[in-house]
């Protein structure tokens, strides 16, 4: 089992900045891949950023060159560094751990932060 506690999240002016956390415990943290994705109202969940166990990151072509995700194995805690953001970028935000092995996957998620882009 693995649990999740996003924080970081808050209203925030357009143009501005935020980092969220996301803190792991209860399991190996260092061999699942880690992702945040986000969730609109009205909308669908969709993918914003994630990085492997062994640091590739991918992210969504809305988010590219704007957020940043990274991970600190020691501390069991993986980041998105959000910069220029913009009203469509409000959303609750979640985070993922997943692993897929031999014999079996596990997919994990956190509670969610809400994000405010608004003037």
């Known amino acids: 089992q693995v649990q999740l506690v996003e924080s970081g999240g808050g209203l925030v002016q357009p143009g501005g900045s935020l980092r969220l956390s996301c803190a792991a415990s209860?399991?190996?943290?260092?061999?699942?891949?880690m992702g945040w994705y986000r969730q609109a109202p009205g909308k669908q969940r969709e993918l914003v950023a994630t990085i492997s166990s062994g640091g590739i990151t991918n992210y969504a072509d809305s988010v590219k060159g704007r957020f940043t995700i990274s991970r600190d194995n020691a501390k069991n805690t993986v980041y998105l560094q959000m910069n220029s953001l913009k009203p469509e970028d409000t959303a609750v935000y979640y985070c993922?751990?997943?692993?897929?092995?031999?014999?079996?996957?596990?997919?994990?998620w956190g509670q969610g932060t809400q994000v405010t882009v608004s003037s």
């Open positions: 993922n751990a997943y692993y897929s092995g031999s014999y079996s996957t596990h997919d994990y």
């Open positions: 209860g399991s190996i943290f260092s061999i699942y891949a």
